[in-house]
Nanobody
Framework: QVRLVESGGGLVQAGGSLRLSCTTS????????MGWFRQAPGKEREIVAA???????TSYADSVKGRFTISRLNANTVHLQMNSLKPEDTAVYYC?????????????????WGQGTQVTVSS
């Protein structure tokens, strides 16, 4: 099983920034796709950003383009830099990974998920 360790959530004011981190503690997979998702209370889980195995290809939800940046430190570690945060960004953020494919942009494409970290943005 792929274990994902998340960190970086917290409470910030609108306009502030947070950086989320996710690391897989399992053996390295050369085709490990990773992504960030979020789920607000009563809402469906939605994709925020995805990154390919090399860090060279990224995808973002329209709502976060220009504000969030996903990046890879290495094959097993990904960051989500969140700038210009808005109250509507408030949600539990989940890291996801799949060791069998290089790039995934759909929720159902990921097999492994982190525990989630709460991000709360106040007005």
């Amino acid at each position: 099983q792929v274990r994902l360790v998340e960190s970086g959530g917290g409470l910030v004011q609108a306009g502030g920034s947070l950086r989320l981190s996710c690391t897989t503690s399992e053996r390295t997979f050369s085709t490990l796709a990773m992504g960030w998702f979020r789920q607000a209370p009563g809402k469906e889980r939605e994709i925020v950003a995805a990154i390919d195995w090399s860090g060279g290809v990224t995808s973002y939800a329209d709502s976060v383009k220009g504000r969030f940046t996903i990046s890879r430190l290495n094959a097993n570690t990904v960051h989500l830099q969140m700038n210009s945060l808005k109250p509507e960004d408030t949600a539990v953020y989940y890291c996801a990974a799949d060791p069998t494919r290089p790039f995934i942009v759909t929720i159902d494409g990921y097999d492994y998920w982190g525990q989630g970290t709460q991000v709360t943005v106040s007005s």
